[in-house]
Nanobody, 114 residues
Framework: QLQLVESGGGSVQPGGSLRLSCAASGTILSIRYMGWYRQAPGKQRELVETIRGSANYADSEKDRFTISRDNAKNSVALQMNNLTPEDTAVYYC??????????WGQGTQVTVSS
């Protein structure tokens, strides 16, 4: 059974930075994507960033965020800079296999407030 374990959430002031990490363990045959989603209170879960199977870095749609991946460790990280209160949410690690099966981490809370 594949499991995703996240770490790195916490509280930070506006303008601060956090780095989230996610490690996959268990039987992993082939990964199509790894990435991050987030869900703010009262809102639907939304995509933050994903990275393809063999890439190490992905261009960020959000200039403040950079996703990276360590293929040897089956892990993915999200570096978040210049955080704003609007970034407050539970962040979830996501993995999609080549067969289309999706796995989710338990979520890690990110709180941005002064």
């Amino acid at each position: 059974q594949l499991q995703l374990v996240e770490s790195g959430g916490g509280s930070v002031q506006p303008g601060g930075s956090l780095r989230l990490s996610c490690a996959a363990s268990g039987t992993i045959l082939s990964i199509r994507y790894m990435g991050w989603y987030r869900q703010a209170p009262g809102k639907q879960r939304e995509l933050v960033e994903t990275i393809r199977g063999s890439a190490n870095y992905a261009d960020s749609e959000k200039d403040r965020f950079t996703i990276s991946r360590d293929n040897a460790k089956n892990s993915v990280a999200l570096q978040m800079n210049n955080l704003t209160p609007e970034d407050t949410a539970v962040y979830y690690c996501n993995l999609e296999t080549s067969s289309g099966t999706q796995y989710w981490g338990q979520g890690t809370q990110v709180t941005v407030s002064s």
